[in-house]
């Protein structure tokens, strides 16, 4: 039987992704050496960070002024370099979720921090609206996917001081007006590669306005200028990376991508409203992530969710728990999920359903 990830992260890849990278961890490009043994500086791993990088820009139409870099530390350690580059005084965040918090609690080390929204009082189960951005901060932040919470911002905002998104869960999900960002990212393991790896997209000319003095390792200066070679990459990780990346090419791109991720979740939250048993967490279509689709058993069937856990995982359904602040269950349908497996989680659904 086959078995879906439905894993929120680390998560499905394309099998492209995961056979190629064990071919180099054999063989890589013909050295007759391991992926996991060359050198950082061989001509052959320096041409496959300059082809990711290249591929990144492409695919995401970056326009010039701005660079791509892979660093360590995942989002996380972003929450806290990006204050550190950017913030002199005062900046702003939107409040959807853990992630989100956990981006704000880093800034409060460096000053005023405005908190312009904030959906806890609901679980988190919506993106607000109504908030405006203090003109005088220095960036505003922003979670686009909210992984545990299956709420997205799936348009580019338009704000009035420089925009910096957490893009984690749904980098290359849908096309984006990189002009409209002035720092993009994310760690890689939800929707690019395996853990190890974080990308960054940085507009150049919005650092170095800082007073304070900034790390050298969490200066982004320093990863542009040796082009993320500054120290040792995680090289496993952007192998890996870069085999997405050209599987998202032969996909058609991010506009391809936007457009299967649309039809497959449209596929599970139809099923999902229309059902007996199920409810969708997040009520309002348009802030329903495409990438994280969260969903729990009606009020009068709540005691059934031990046993549809156990039966969908009977069938193969891996990775559907939901995160335990949410309950329920969480299909996460990233990118490489196919279509398919969709399907087949709909089938479980709708045998739970005839029996109950
Ligand atoms: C997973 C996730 C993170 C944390 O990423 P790490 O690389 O583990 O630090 C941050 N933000 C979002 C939106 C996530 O989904």
């Known amino acids: 039987m086959k078995t879906h990830n439905f894993s929120a992260g680390p998560s499905i890849l394309p099998e492209s992704t995961i056979k190629n990278s064990a071919d180099a961890v054999m063989n890589f490009a013909n050295t007759g050496l391991s992926l996991l043994e060359v050198s950082h500086r061989s001509k052959e791993f320096i041409a496959v960070m300059d082809e990711a990088q290249q591929l990144f820009k492409e695919l995401l139409d970056i326009p010039e002024g701005y660079e791509v870099i892979f660093v360590g530390g995942g989002a996380s350690l972003q929450f806290c370099m990006v204050p550190f580059n950017l913030m002199q005084k005062k900046s702003a965040y939107l409040h959807t979720g853990t992630w989100a918090k956990k981006a704000m609690k880093e800034a409060q080390a460096f000053g005023e921090v405005v908190e312009v929204a904030s959906s806890a009082d609901k679980i988190y189960n919506y993106i607000p609206k109504d908030y405006e951005v203090p003109a005088d901060a220095d960036y505003f932040h922003i979670t686009t996917n909210n992984t545990i919470y299956g709420t997205e911002i799936r348009k580019d905002l338009d704000v009035n001081v420089p925009l910096v998104a957490d893009m984690s869960s749904d980098i290359f999900s849908r096309p984006i007006d990189v002009s409209k960002y002035a720092i993009i990212y994310g760690g890689a393991q939800k929707n690019l590669a395996p853990a190890g790896v974080t990308f960054a997209i940085v507009k150049k000319d919005i650092l170095g306005k800082v007073d304070r003095h ?132 709909i089938t479980t659904m709708k045998e739970f359903e005839a029996k109950h």
């Open 214 to 345: 900034i790390p050298t390792m969490l200066d982004y200066r320093t990863h542009i200028e040796n082009g993320s070679m500054f120290n040792t990459p995680p090289v496993f990780s952007v192998y890996a990376a870069l085999q997405t990346l050209k599987w998202v090419k032969e996909q058609g791109g991010v506009a391809a991508m936007e457009k299967m991720n649309i039809e497959k979740s449209d596929l599970l939250y139809d099923f999902i409203d229309n059902s007996k048993l199920f409810k969708a967490v997040v009520a309002d279509k348009e802030d329903r992530s495409i990438m994280n689709v969260c969903f729990v058993m009606k009020d009068e069937y709540k005691e059934l969710e031990k046993d549809f856990f156990d039966y969908a995982t009977s069938q193969g359904m891996s990775g559907i728990k939901g995160h335990r602040s949410v309950g329920g269950f969480r299909a996460s349908i990233y990118n490489a999920m196919p279509k398919s497996s969709i399907e087949a989680l």
